[in-house]
Structure formats: structure tokens, C-alpha cells
């Protein structure tokens, strides 16, 4: 079954609002990361986060992470219509798993409107 | 500074030929990770390589592919007679380390690949 799991599938919103993407994943972690990827593109990293850590920001980016529930969510805040990408979060297996290899979920399609 | 550049961007074949796809990784990057992406899906983890070792290739499917990293020049997926199936879109990254919890990787732009 799929560790990464983002929702919504898409969401679609006007410029200058802000976008919430949500992750949950099953098995214990070593890190979460978000990715976005623009049409017919490769990956860009955009952020990685501890499972020791709780938030973390990046210029218009916060992630938070709750080991508890096994959810993550990355808002974009004052959204562009650069921003219009699907957007995956990545896990890495916990304890005794590989850490080099990342799960990724199917992804939220963002479509920022100007 | 170059990324990771993959070549071709786009190939086409029959049913029953060959696809190679190339990758180089960053400057200075040794681990090599092959991903591919089907239609509306996330990327799925193939195989990791490093200078002319397969580290791990369990996502991998056991026959047509296969996957080098020779000590000289580019890092290749190689998928011999392709099947409609095969179609979708093959990204390679590469990382300085091979844990990427000390760095995140690095993706090409990806080969896509169409079978007719």
C-alpha cells in the first residue's frame, strides 16, 4: 500500500491565498521531505524534515510533522500562480529500513489562479 | 554547475525493441537512483547504484531491465523488449551521500518513454 499518501488530489485556489497539502504515511520514519514538480518536469526538493523535528519554514514554506498520527502538511503561504505544480511528499524508511530510498505519494495537483 | 542530466528527454519504440536511458549525476555525486513515474502516479524507487556496484534493485522487475554505472561515463537503465506497460517517465537522481537523510537527492528532468 502507499506510504506517502497527499490530500487533497487537487486543490485549486487564487493567487495570494494560502495552500494547505496534507501527507500521511504508514510505517515509522527517518525523514519526510516535499517535493514539487511543475508539468513534464523533473523533482525539486523544497523542504526536508527530522522525525525528530515538529515544524520547519522555508521562505513562503512551513511543513509541520506529527510522528504521532504520521501526517505531514506543507502550506504555501501567499500563493502565486508560480506556484500552480503538483506538489509529493517523500518518506524515508525508519529503523532497520533503507534510508536511501524514498516512498512517494501520487501527489496534489495545485493550480493557483490569478 | 550542470544537474543531473538525462538523456533522451523523449523515446519512442516498438513493441519488442530496446530503451537505454542515460543519466549523469551531479559533479562530485557517486549515488545514482533510478526512479520511474506511470500516468497520475508518484515516483516508485527501481534501483540505487554506485561507481560500478548495484547497491539495492529490488524495485526493479526481475526480467527486461537492468541498470549500470560503469566507472567511466554515464549511468545507464537499459529495458529490452519493451512492452506498452513500459511506458511512462524514468528519472534518475543523484546524492553526494547515500543516505539521503544527510542531503536530498537530485533529480534530472526525466526520460519519457512511449511505447507503441
Known amino acids: 500500500s502507499q506510504q506517502g499518501e497527499e490530500d487533497p488530489q487537487a486543490l485549486s485556489i487564487q493567487e495570494g491565498e494560502n495552500a494547505t497539502m496534507n501527507c500521511s504515511y504508514k510505517?515509522?520514519?527517518?525523514?519526510l521531505q516535499w517535493y514539487r514538480q511543475n508539468s513534464g518536469r523533473g523533482l525539486v526538493h523544497l523542504i526536508l524534515i527530522r522525525s525528530n523535528e515538529r515544524e520547519k519554514h522555508s521562505g513562503r514554506l512551513r511543513v509541520t510533522l506529527d510522528t504521532s498520527k504520521k501526517s505531514s502538511s506543507l502550506l504555501i503561504t501567499a500563493s502565486r500562480a508560480a506556484d500552480t505544480a503538483s506538489y509529493f511528499c517523500?518518506?524515508?524508511?525508519?529503523?532497520?529500513?533503507?534510508?536511501?530510498?524514498?516512498?512517494f505519494g501520487k501527489g496534489t495537483l495545485l493550480t493557483v489562479n490569478p | 554547475n550542470a544537474g543531473v542530466m538525462q538523456n533522451p528527454r523523449h523515446l519512442v519504440r516498438r513493441r519488442g525493441q530496446e530503451a537505454r536511458l542515460r543519466c549523469s549525476p551531479m559533479k562530485g555525486h557517486s549515488h545514482v537512483y533510478w526512479y520511474r513515474q506511470l500516468p497520475e502516479e508518484g515516483l516508485k524507487f527501481m534501483v540505487y547504484?554506485?561507481?560500478?556496484?548495484?547497491?539495492?534493485e529490488s524495485g526493479m522487475p526481475k526480467e527486461r531491465f537492468s541498470a549500470e554505472f560503469p566507472k567511466e561515463g554515464p549511468s545507464i537503465l537499459r529495458i529490452q523488449q519493451v512492452v506498452r506497460g513500459d511506458s511512462a517517465a524514468y528519472f534518475c537522481?543523484?546524492?553526494?551521500?547515500?543516505?539521503?537523510?544527510?542531503?536530498?537527492?537530485?533529480f534530472g528532468e526525466g526520460s519519457r518513454l512511449t511505447v507503441l
Open positions: 537522481a543523484s546524492s553526494l551521500y547515500g543516505t539521503v537523510g544527510t542531503g536530498e537527492l537530485f
Open positions: 547504484l554506485q561507481k560500478e556496484n548495484i547497491i539495492d
Open positions: 510505517t515509522s520514519i527517518n525523514n
Open positions: 517523500a518518506t524515508d524508511a525508519g529503523s532497520g529500513g533503507s534510508n536511501y530510498k524514498l516512498t
